[in-house]
Structure formats: structure tokens, C-alpha cells
Nanobody, 124 residues
């Protein structure tokens, strides 16, 4: 059974940076697509960024020039470097993972495995 564990959330002021990590264990070799989503209370979960094992990377327009998703396959870890954070980036961030190389990386239904979430708060 695949398990995902996030770390690295916290509180920062606007303009600050945070680095989130997601460790994949259990059966990591079956995972070919990993992503980050975020959610605030009262709103639907929204996709942030995705990365395929073969190299394709996608970002939501709201974060494309500020966030960087990367992976270390030797350590089965995916990282989200978040720069120039703004109050609207506040939310619970979730790591997600799934098999296959098909599309729909922006849909939460695409993913089979989810982490427990890590809170990111941006305020002055």
C-alpha cells in the first residue's frame, strides 16, 4: 500500500518562502504522477502543480512563476518550493500520487493516494 507523508508547512509573512516535501513509501515504483493540491475551509480542493516521472511538469497559472515542483526518485520524494507567498496561498496542502501517464493531472479523481495534509498560512 502506497503511503504519502507531507512535511514543511508553517506560517510566513507575505513575500516569504516555504518548502514542502512529500515522501512516498510502500510501493513507490508504481507511482508515475505526483501532484500538490490545496484547500481552504468552505472551498473545493484545487490543483497546484503536477510532475510525471518521465519529466512533464504542469502548474496552475496562479503559482506558475512562484512555485517549483521537483522530485528525487532515488529518495521517492516530491518537493514544492513556494516563493513570494501571498495570503491567497493560505490553505491545507496535500500531496497526491497515482499510476499511469495519461492526462487529467489537474483533477483530484486522477489520484489514488493522498497524504494527510500540511498547513500553510501566509499573513502579516
Amino acid at each position: 500500500q502506497v503511503q504519502l507523508v507531507e512535511s514543511g508547512g508553517g506560517s510566513v509573512q507575505p513575500g516569504g518562502s516555504l518548502r514542502l516535501s512529500c515522501a512516498v513509501s510502500g510501493n513507490p515504483e508504481k507511482i508515475t504522477l505526483r501532484a500538490w493540491f490545496r484547500q481552504v475551509p468552505g472551498k473545493e480542493r484545487e490543483w497546484v502543480a503536477a510532475i510525471y516521472r518521465e519529466g512533464r511538469i504542469y502548474y496552475d497559472d496562479a503559482v506558475a512563476r512562484r512555485f517549483v515542483i521537483s522530485e528525487d526518485n532515488s529518495k521517492n520524494t516530491v518537493t514544492l518550493q513556494m516563493n513570494n507567498l501571498q495570503p491567497e496561498d493560505t490553505g491545507m496542502y496535500y500531496c497526491a500520487a497515482g499510476p499511469g501517464y495519461g492526462g487529467s493531472w489537474y483533477k483530484d479523481s486522477r489520484y489514488e493516494y493522498w497524504g494527510q495534509g500540511t498547513q500553510v498560512t501566509v499573513s502579516s
